[in-house]
């Protein structure tokens, strides 16, 4: 039972444009959401979090939307570049249940950037 | 963050036999856990590491297929057990972070079951 989904598998933008990696999830008990970063034949590099109370996290040219309502997150990178291109994936948990630690990963979405 | 390696990065194992992966942190961690991810598939939580106690497991996933050391707050040890081709993934460790949930992976342990 997949409780976090990414429903695009891919997605291309050219470089200098904005991506935005869209991310749902079905558990209203999530309560702290996280974007992972993944290249090929490297483990997951943590990119960014946004805690439930917040509706907007912001790093850099990394923000993360929160939509509480809609169980819906958004991941928007600008301007994007080469460099990110790579798998995304979004990860959410549950600080108070038993596995309070336990991150239920989505499938990922892979972002390619075009010159 | 924490600097997180795994041996060994990837193996080509036959089916019956079992492979022990392990996980070495640069620095104390409380917090380590183990995932998968199968072919095509999310990661998936296998269990949390607990240092001087039994490993908490993840339903669908048992001590006597994935049995888990933690001897000291530096290193832990998952083997896989009796492999089956379905057992094929991608392994990982990770620890918890400097946040409540935020976890730091390991590269990954690619394991291929004939």
């Known amino acids: 039972d997949q409780q976090v989904k990414q429903n695009s598998p891919s997605l291309s933008v050219q470089e200098g444009r904005i991506s935005i990696l869209n991310c749902d999830y079905t558990n209203s008990m999530f309560d702290y959401f996280l974007w992972y970063k993944k290249y090929p034949a490297e483990g997951p590099t943590f990119l960014i979090s946004i805690s439930s109370i917040k509706d907007k996290n912001e790093d850099g040219r990394f923000t993360v939307f929160l939509n509480k309502s809609a169980k819906h997150l958004s991941l928007h990178i600008v301007p994007s570049q080469p460099g990110d291109s790579a798998v995304y994936f979004c990860?959410?948990?549950?600080?108070?249940?038993?596995?309070?630690?336990?991150?239920?990963f989505g499938k990922g979405t892979s972002l390619l950037v075009t010159p | 963050s924490a600097v997180i390696s795994q041996k060994p990065s990837r193996d080509i194992c036959q089916r019956g036999t079992s492979l022990t992966i392990q996980c070495q942190v640069d620095s104390q961690v409380t917090m380590m856990f183990w995932y998968r991810q199968q072919p095509g598939q999310s990661l998936t939580l296998i269990a949390t590491a607990n240092q001087g106690s039994e490993a908490t497991y993840e339903s669908g996933f048992v001590i006597d297929k994935f049995p888990i050391s933690r001897p000291n707050l530096t290193f832990s040890t998952l083997t896989v057990s009796n492999m089956s081709p379905e057992d094929s993934s991608i392994y990982l460790c990770s620890v918890g972070g400097g946040l409540a949930n935020e976890q730091f992976f390991g590269p990954g342990t690619r394991l291929t079951v004939l």
């Open positions: 990860a959410a948990s549950d600080s108070n249940s038993n596995s309070g630690y336990a991150l239920n």
